[in-house]
């Protein structure tokens, strides 16, 4: 079975544009979380879909937002671009119906650098 | 709120020699509680969680890890450390108020020497 896959790997941006991460989730999997990962603030909590609704989002401005769709794909887009937005976003996949007890399945991640 | 905390940034052992990476936790109600390695330029991979029952719970790669609920721990514990061991780990636990989201601790890097 195929894992989750992120896409792209890496990107450079400038400050002020915008960019849009991709996120296939494992086959049979509903339920797709993205986090933020950084040296200084660990791994920080964006948002979380399941069947194409959003059931809790992080506290992350208004800047950051994500979707889903009927395939369980998930984008995230982060607009109007910061140097504190460099980081490392991660996506997890989950069965989404083991409730509080399922475990999370990352993808490798999409390293974004913002000059 | 939930949260989860590794108090040490970094653990060092040499091969062979057993290892513990500390994590303590603060929940509300009863803890689902999980660890995850990430090795380097990678996402994490899952090791094992702690949902109910035995207190010892046995994971990947001959991981294994105690559940305290007096002191409120769910150390990382391995009998024999490998290089191949050397990452990063990170300690969870589902947020229940919030309901479908995982908090992480800030991480513990483990470096085996040989």
């Known amino acids: 079975k195929a894992g989750v896959t992120q896409t792209p790997r890496y990107l450079i941006k400038t400050r002020g544009q915008q960019v849009t991460l991709s996120c296939s989730p494992i086959?049979?999997?509903?339920?797709v979380s993205w986090y933020q990962q950084t040296p200084g603030q660990g791994l920080q909590f964006l948002f979380e879909?399941?069947?194409?609704?959003?059931?809790n989002k992080g506290n992350f401005p208004g800047r950051f937002s994500g979707r889903q769709f009927s395939n369980s794909r998930s984008e995230m887009n982060v607009s109007t671009l910061e140097l504190g937005d460099s980081a490392l976003y991660l996506c997890a996949s989950s069965d989404g119906t083991s409730g509080l007890t399922g475990e999370l399945f990352f993808g490798e991640g999409s390293r974004l650098t913002v000059l | 709120a939930q949260s989860v905390a590794q108090p040490e940034d970094q653990v060092n052992v040499a091969e062979g020699n057993p290892l513990t990476v500390k994590c303590t936790y603060s929940v509300s109600g009863n803890p689902y509680l999980f660890w995850y390695v990430q090795y380097p330029n990678r996402g994490l991979q899952f090791l094992l969680k702690y949902i109910t029952g035995d207190n010892l719970v046995k994971g990947s790669y001959g991981f294994e890890a105690e559940f305290n609920k007096s002191q409120t721990s769910f150390h990382l514990k391995k009998p024999s450390a490998l290089v191949s061991d050397s990452a990063l780990y990170f300690c969870a636990v589902r947020d229940m108020g919030g309901g479908f989201k995982t908090i992480f601790g800030a991480g513990t890097r483990l470096f085996v020497k040989a």
């Open positions: 879909y399941f069947s194409e609704t959003q059931r």
């Open positions: 086959s049979g999997h509903r339920s």
